[in-house]
């Protein structure tokens, strides 16, 4: 089993639906994040949530909105998304957001087609 | 400005041959660190190696060194002797600010996509 598990791997919805990517830490972290990987665009952070608390928030529209029920567990609904939302959604964890040498461990992604 | 650039979109390297893959950085913070990840086909981020702006030698991990040249703003990640499996997706990512500021904010390059050929 690997240490970051998300699901769905693949997911195609139309800009009206509503859906929720989950992702699941078992490496016993306690800061959970979200990225977004689009093509031919570099890694961007959209959210951080450390000790289930919402630390950061890198203005991110809100047709997203995570969730973070505990620290093993990370989710990201989405509503009314548009066809530029497209791309592989990655989610990571760390032990210690607030060390400097902090090294992510990251899932697969889910990557997301919104037509 | 781009606070990382990879210019090689693409590298091309013989089996058991060693490559290099550029990375230059922008930032006045004279704390940061500096890490490079593996992006396969399958798209997991694989973490390989770590060097901060205050470490003396430049860091190795087995078969991965980082050649940092502060002066200079780059941190090119060596692989050496390629194996085919070393073919995926490279990123060159940075996070600045001491501590609790930082909150995992990496900066990521636009990536180098490896092929390593038998």
């Known amino acids: 089993e690997t240490g970051v598990t998300q699901t769905p791997r693949h997911l195609v919805m139309g800009m009206t639906n509503k859906k929720s990517l989950k992702c699941e830490q078992h490496?016993?972290?306690?800061?959970m994040y979200w990225y977004k990987q689009s093509a031919k665009k570099p890694l961007e952070l959209m959210f951080v949530?450390?000790?289930?608390?919402?630390?950061e928030n890198n203005s991110v529209p809100s047709r997203f909105s995570p969730e973070c029920p505990n620290s093993s567990h990370l989710f990201l609904h989405l509503h009314t998304l548009q066809p530029e939302d497209s791309a592989l959604y990655l989610c990571?964890?760390?032990?210690?957001?607030?060390?400097?040498?902090?090294?992510?461990?990251f899932g697969s992604g889910t990557q997301l087609s919104v037509l | 400005a781009q606070k990382i650039t990879q210019t090689q979109p693409g590298m091309f390297v013989q089996e058991k041959e060693a490559v290099t893959l550029d990375c230059t950085y922008d930032?006045?913070?004279?704390?940061?660190?500096l890490f490079w990840y593996k992006q396969p086909s399958s798209g997991e981020m694989i973490f390989l190696i770590y060097?901060?702006?205050?470490?003396?030698q430049n860091a190795t991990e087995g078969r991965y060194s980082l050649n940092f040249q502060k002066a200079r703003k780059s941190a090119n990640l060596v692989i050496s002797a390629s194996q085919l499996g070393d073919s995926a997706m490279y990123f060159c990512?940075?996070?600045?600010?001491?501590?609790?500021?930082?909150?995992?904010?990496?900066?990521f390059g636009q990536g180098t996509i490896l092929t390593v050929h038998p």
């Open positions: 990571a964890s760390s032990q210690d957001p607030g060390q400097f040498n902090e090294k992510l461990f």
């Open positions: 490496l016993g972290h306690n800061a």
């Open positions: 949530y450390s000790l289930e608390e919402r630390v």
């Open positions: 930032t006045s913070d004279p704390s940061y660190g």
């Open positions: 060097q901060g702006s205050y470490d003396q």
């Open positions: 990512a940075m996070r600045e600010g001491v501590g609790g500021t930082s909150y995992g904010k990496l900066t």
